[in-house]
């Protein structure tokens, strides 16, 4: 029932200001989401910047840390020369460090293909 002095709204005003209502809900949500993402930018530069000296740390202690392999590694050479070539030495180990170095790099792969798959299925 309709009571005297109550308008009531068109039809076409009706579904007017819900579509502007929704596109308003949908701009809101739109910025929000850019907001959050700013946001998670700007604490993950900030924690960088503030582990900065702990990043040049760890790059100076993998850099000794690879002098030191190339160091045990030319040791080996030096230990195998005696019994073949020096040249013998230099080969074996070298074949022997890539492939140490091509099992660690399949158990890698391996991991990410699988943490992948995990992914694809999850989604």
């Known amino acids: 029932m309709i009571e005297p002095g109550v308008s009531v709204p068109d039809r076409d005003e009706v579904d ?18 850019k907001a959050e993402i700013a946001l998670y930018r700007a604490e993950a ?19 000794l840390s690879l002098c030191a392999i190339i160091l045990l ?12 070539t020096i040249a013998g030495a230099a080969l ?23 943490d992948l798959d995990a992914h694809e299925k999850h989604l």
């Open 16 to 33: 007017d200001s819900i579509s502007t209502l929704l596109g308003r809900l949908i701009d809101d949500a739109e910025h929000f989401v």
């Open 73 to 84: 590694l030319m040791a080996i050479v030096f230990l195998l020369a005696p019994f073949i």
């Open 45 to 63: 530069l900030h924690r960088l910047v503030s582990y900065r000296k702990y990043i040049v740390f760890a790059a100076i202690g993998g850099l």
């Open 92 to 114: 074996l180990v070298a074949i022997l460090s890539l492939m140490v170095a091509g099992l660690l790099f399949s158990v890698v792969v391996e991991r990410v293909r699988k």
